[in-house]
T-cell receptor, first 114, second 111 residues
Framework: EAQVTQNPRYLITVTGKKLTVTCSQNMNHEYMSWYRQDPGLGLRQIYYSMNVEVTDKGDVPEGYKVSRKEKRNFPLILESPSPNQTSLYFC?????????????FGPGTRLLVL | GQNIDQPTEMTATEGAIVQINCTYQTSGFNGLFWYQQHAGEAPTFLSYNVLDGLEEKGRFSSFLSRSKGYSYLLLKELQMKDSASYLCAVPLRSNDYKLSFGAGTTVTVRA
């Protein structure tokens, strides 16, 4: 089944404790992206990747890192999480990222930073 | 996103019709997406418009006017399962890899 998977689905952590949220897709997509979703603000893009070893900042990259060492995986790293990073995170992928392509979203990761 | 406006909430009765409007500002246009998102779930694709006019897909239709920077999503014969948030999204610049999303319109369908 074609899908985007994320792990963990739920995470409670404390300020400053490094964490990684994994994202994987099995559709051989070149483009992958991370979003955060907060009430009243909609989906905001954190980082995106157009291919292996090619990444770029989205609208809200501060406090996050990403890497794209393999085509299928695009982990999101929070080196020193803070309470304002409490949010619902979605990973998404599309074939090449060009306009008009549908993005397929993962199930989401709900993060609480205490 | 600050360049995309949608109403926050709408309520309608089962079997009725609801129209969700979206206005946007871009420096180049390359299409507009509508996504549906049930509470706590991932957004799923509904439609993509790149040319002016109405596109119909079963009970859902999407309209676009590029000259007015305006789109709407029309939901007909509403069902309880249509209660969800509906997201409008556009690339802010031509050939942009980045999609900008509106804050979403929460539609509540009442019996």
């Amino acid at each position: 089944e074609a899908q985007v998977t994320q792990n963990p689905r739920y995470l409670i952590t404390v300020t400053g404790k490094k964490l990684t949220v994994t994202c994987s897709q099995n559709m051989n997509h070149e483009y992958m992206s991370w979003y955060r979703q907060d009430p009243g603000l909609g989906l905001r893009q954190i980082y995106y990747s157009m291919n292996v070893e090619v990444t770029d900042k989205g609208d809200v990259p501060e406090g996050y890192k990403v890497s794209r060492k393999e085509k299928r995986n695009f982990p999101l790293i929070l080196e020193s999480p803070s309470p304002n990073q409490t949010s619902l995170y979605f990973c998404a992928s599309s074939l090449s990222g060009t306009s008009g392509e549908t993005q397929y979203f993962g199930p989401g990761t709900r993060l609480l930073v205490l | 996103g600050q360049n995309i406006d949608q109403p926050t909430e709408m309520t309608a009765t089962e079997g009725a019709i609801v129209q969700i409007n979206c206005t946007y500002q871009t420096s180049g246009f390359n299409g507009l997406f509508w996504y549906q998102q049930h509470a706590g779930e991932a957004p799923t694709f509904l439609s993509y418009n790149v040319l002016d006019g109405l596109e119909e897909k079963g009970r859902f239709s999407s309209f676009l006017s590029r000259s007015k920077g305006y789109s709407y999503l029309l939901l007909k014969e509403l069902q309880m399962k249509d209660s969800a948030s509906y997201l409008c999204a556009v690339p802010l610049r031509s050939n942009d890899y980045k999609l900008s999303f509106g804050a979403g319109t929460t539609v509540t369908v009442r019996a």
